[in-house]
């Protein structure tokens, strides 16, 4: 069985910072990371996944998203 799972490149929350200045976000310093449920998915299909299949994982975005 081949499963293939979705994942999404997201701005950590707790990085996310607000110039009092302006109101916008500082986007300088958002740090980002694997959305908490496409990693959730990725573990369950890991765990499903019979002695001869395989999981793949993909994901849309920039060069970072890699990680």
């Known amino acids: 069985m081949r499963i293939a799972v979705c994942l999404k490149y997201v701005p950590d929350p707790s990085?996310?910072?607000?110039?009092?200045?302006?109101?916008?976000?500082?986007?300088?310093?958002v740090?980002?990371?694997m959305n908490p449920a496409d990693e959730s998915?990725?573990?369950?299909?890991?765990r499903l996944r019979?002695?001869?299949?395989?999981?793949?994982a993909f994901s849309?975005?920039?060069?970072?998203?890699?990680r």
């Open 15 to 29: 990085t996310i910072e607000v110039d009092p200045l302006t109101g916008m976000i500082d986007a300088g310093r």
């Open 31 to 33: 740090l980002y990371m």
């Open 41 to 46: 998915a990725l573990e369950l299909a890991l």
């Open 50 to 56: 019979p002695p001869d299949g395989t999981v793949t």
């Open 60 to 66: 849309v975005g920039p060069v970072e998203a890699d």
